[in-house]
């Protein structure tokens, strides 16, 4: 059991972060992959509003420090 000091102070590893882009989202059945050697994810493809797509998009993680 957390003391509700303790809850307060417990903070979620996620937030949501506004993108610079048009909006991807929401998608299902595309890919995600990361670049090892840059601070890059690559978006591709899915279904987004009940049609396949085939897009990508690139997203700099780098600027949400």
């Known amino acids: 059991m957390f ?3 303790q809850k307060q102070q417990k903070q979620s590893p996620w937030s949501q972060k506004t993108l610079s ?3 991807p ?3 299902y059945g595309h890919s995600i ?5 840059n601070d890059q994810l690559y ?3 899915g279904v ?7 897009d990508i ?4 993680t780098s600027k949400f420090g």
Request: proline share 4%.
């Open 3 to 5: 003391t509700k000091k």
């Open 21 to 23: 882009i048009s909006n």
């Open 25 to 27: 989202f929401p998608r």
């Open 33 to 37: 992959n990361q670049s090892a050697i």
């Open 43 to 45: 978006l591709f493809g």
């Open 48 to 54: 987004s509003n009940g049609r396949v797509t085939n």
């Open 57 to 60: 998009f690139m997203i700099e």
